[in-house]
């Protein structure tokens, strides 16, 4: 690594004022929204063209250096973190939106484009686009790219992945790659797919190709209190069940309404264990029909009160609280670390109780706020980094909860990736051979390991690997290679 | 040279001792995609996987909407289990009557008119396991409909046509099927008006279920599904007819029949080339003047999204043209030494994936 090297090309090519290396200039790169996790870099190169990013992925290929994308740097596992020492590439100026066709229902951005900025432009077509991270008022569609972030409005029509048509790419090695297209459909493995959730560790997307949606004609909201955490858990297996396909289907607790409360006066019962809400959407007589059928699902389900957005306010005011519930609930505690593992949808009231045991037994508070239709738990768990042994009370208590997601048959991450957090989870859920080839597939596009190292894989990796074993039944010696 | 080795492996274990014992494989479902098929001779050493024998659903939770199967399972037997509970994959795979896998639609990477609404196969595979190149039993994604974990392998089985991985299991979501379906065929004046019409329905807040493209005795016809509860069907229906301003309703028998026909290409005459295109509303115009010009045969399905080529003559032809046009194609049916027409994105990546699966070239070439 020639880090001399790569500053000094740099500098010669880079207004001073874009290319920070002062200790307070790069305080604010040292982490991402998952601040236990912090380092500094040796510089942040602020690109505001693609040509420069381009440029720079070479120099780091050339000197060595590994270089991480940046956003805005909302990641919640540490995905954005600067590799100490190495280069911040960020984004956030390369946010033009370059074309938008309302008939194709398209969008082609740069990476820097605020989610919901793409909504905000498709807007006065009757379009929007779908995913809807909460943080969707900052993140841009770059990171949501490296995540396949979701959203309460993932469960009908889709995470980001569904949504992108094509990708320019500069991968690690200086390579740009063209990939998918404008079209809905595609021929030969779906590398745009491939690359999305790739976590950074592939190269840059440069411009992104979005599939835009109509706005639908209406929406119908219900929220529902229940007695108990498991008991909304409950209701929505059984409105999955019931073949009915809503828009959305979120669930908060008791201290996520709470928090959600004090935060916007969202409307919120106050005396719920937990709330359900359920949005339907689309034409407005199909709509009505699956209300009347929601309402019988919802009645079976033994709620305590139920009520139904009278209008689009109503409506508004319902999810305002949902989605200012997360960074809320943060308010009430100055520590806190969230999870992101997803359960089958069957088991939700099951697992949710088992966290409700879990939270007890630690000690520590848990507050749930989460994307409930498609099992995607987000338990935040509170605890005073100040109290000694409290932080790792904390981390066993949200180990614990990701092994229950892996024994009921789910995932250690639904949205927020891997990261730097997560990974020494990644054997949990996949064997030593499926890793080794999710190595040798990220050492294909990036054989230095220069793009977000140390993210993903266990025990951060060092390049040089052990050479290729014979395969398990070869050992044995019950097969052979010709 | 010597006849092909065919093999038929009934558990994960038998397709990765066939694949460490051979020099080359190949791989097949129920060959419903010919093109894609492979040749019937080849050097020493070779071996077909028949991979009908590796079938079954593993795990399906109907509540869950999510199943498991092995991929020698053909879909018609999932669609029949699914449909028990109400349940359908909604992106209209094609070939099911014909016998075609789920292994094979995977690797093949085919949708058919349904993927208009909620997006085609890569959006509801969840899950793979497959056998690369070096005889590794690998998985990627998950059983459950969210799943962020590690790279997203089965994206990369999609439209790998057996030459990155032998795929022996496959998890999917499913949908419930909406209880009724209504179609709208709507005559157009001229293909120009036909496209003004998707773009029009583009950007309208109809939700519907499938859009396609025909042509009846040259004339453009579009097909217009709407699909829910039976009883706010007729009244979405008519909104719809007087929105579009006509249309007909087509009676039941012809509205199912209209559909599994497209599913099943028997508009396409069977010995022509059948090659899969996918295109843009923009492109349409150009292409389309070259396919009439031939005297192909077509259907623009997804809203305009897919192109259905029936071609008559040779392949090379329509190779060309649609390199001017930019566009790509997977040929189906018909005599291809090579299964892919026209230009062809990220192939260098593809072969640097390659280089991973399948160091030691069992494969055919991708
Ligand atoms: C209309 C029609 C015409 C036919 N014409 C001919 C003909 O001209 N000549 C002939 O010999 N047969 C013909 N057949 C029969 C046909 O070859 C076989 O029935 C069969 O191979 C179809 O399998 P499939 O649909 O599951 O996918 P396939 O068509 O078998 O396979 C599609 C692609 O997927 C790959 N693949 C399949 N399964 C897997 C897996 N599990 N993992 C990885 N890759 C996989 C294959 O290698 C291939 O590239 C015809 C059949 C029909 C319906
Ligand atoms: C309050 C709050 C609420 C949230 N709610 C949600 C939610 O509902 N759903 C959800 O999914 N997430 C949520 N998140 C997490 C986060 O917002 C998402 O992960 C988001 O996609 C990150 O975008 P970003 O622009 O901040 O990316 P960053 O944090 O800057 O980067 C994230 C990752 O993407 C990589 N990256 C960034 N740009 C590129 C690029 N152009 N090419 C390649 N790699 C790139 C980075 O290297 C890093 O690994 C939330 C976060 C917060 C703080």
Redo the contacts with the bound molecule.
Sequence with gaps: MNLDGLLSELERRVPADRLLRKSAQLAPYES??LTAFRSRPAAVLLAERQEE?IQAVRLCHRYGVPF??????????G???PVENGLVIA??R?NRILRLDPAQRIAVVE??V??LDVSRAAAPHGLYYA??????L???????????????H?LKYG??VNHVLGLK?VLADGEVVQLGGESLEQVGPDLTGFFVG?????????E?TLRLLPKPECYRTVLAAYGSLQAAGDAVASVVASGLLPGAMEIMDALAIEAAEAAVQAGYPRDAAALLIVELEGERIQVEAEFAHLMQVIEGSNPKTVAVAKDDADRARIWKGR?SA??AV?RLSQDYL?Q?GVVPRSRLGEALATIERLSQDYGLRVANVF?AGDGNL?PLILFNGRIPGELERAEALAGEIIQMCIALGGSIT????V?MEKRQHMPSMFTETDLQVMAELRRALDPDEL??RG?MFPQGEAPALHAHGPHPLEAQGVISRM | MTTLTILAPQCYEDVQAAICEHGRIFVRGASSKPALAPPSVDGDNAALLDMRGLRGVVEYEPGEFVFTARAGSSLREIAALLAEHGQHLPFDPPLVDQGATLGGTIAAGLSGSGRHRYGGLRDFLIGVRFVDGQGRLVRGGGKVVKN?AGFDLPKLMIGSLGRLGVIVEASFKAFPQPPAYATLRVTQPSLDAALTTIARLNGSNFDLEALDLVFEEERPTLYVRQGGFAAALAERQERLRSWLGGGEPLPEPEEAAFWSAGREFTWAPTTWALVKTPVTLSVLPALDQVLQAAGAQRRYVAGAALAWIAWPGDLGHLDAYLIQLQLGGLVLRGEAEWPFVGVRNGASLIARVKRVLDPFHRFPIL
């Design positions: 991402d929204a990013v991480v994308a940046r956003g805005s740097g909302t990641s919640l596992s995905g954005s973190l984004l956030n390369l990476p820097g605020i989610n995913p809807d991270p909460s943080s969707q900052i993140c841009t569609i770059g990171g949501n790219v490296a995540f396949n972030s979701g959203g309460a993932c995470m980001t790419v790739s976590e950074g560790l592939f190269g840059v997307a440069l992104i989605k997360f960074s943060g969230v992101d994307h987000h639904g949205e927020h990736g990261g793009a977000n993210k | 962020a």
